[in-house]
Nanobody, 125 residues
């Protein structure tokens, strides 16, 4: 079984920072792709930042230079450091994990099999 629990969301003003954390419990030890996704009201869920087993990171163009994904393999925690937050970053953020998957975009939600419950990030102007 794989369980993901996010924390660290909240409300900040434009230009502020937040760090999201995702504690990953993986008894299968087969998760290769880990990532952060977000979904705003009436919008589709979109990949924000992902990391694979190499590790290779991939970012949504609009967050490059502002967001950083990292992982602590000892503690099994996935992080998303978000700096210079903008109102457009307001969304529910989800942590996700998936086994090795060849082909397609690493930011595609369909690549990920397990999801956290989500955590709200709100950026006010």
């Amino acid at each position: 079984q794989v369980q993901l629990v996010e924390s660290g969301g909240g409300s900040v003003q434009t230009g502020g920072s937040l760090r999201l954390s995702c504690v990953i419990s993986d008894s299968t030890n087969t998760m290769y792709h880990l990532g952060w996704f977000r979904q705003a009201p009436v919008k589709e869920r979109a990949g924000v930042a992902v990391i694979d087993g190499r590790p290779l990171t991939t970012y949504l163009e609009s967050v490059k230079g502002r967001f950083t994904i990292s992982q602590d393999k000892v503690k099994n925690i996935l992080y998303l450091q978000m700096n210079d937050l903008q109102p457009a970053d307001t969304a529910m953020y989800y942590c996700a994990a998936g086994p090795y998957y060849f082909g397609g975009s690493p930011l595609s939600p369909g690549r990920y099999k397990y999801w956290g419950q989500g955590i709200q990030v709100t950026v006010s102007s």
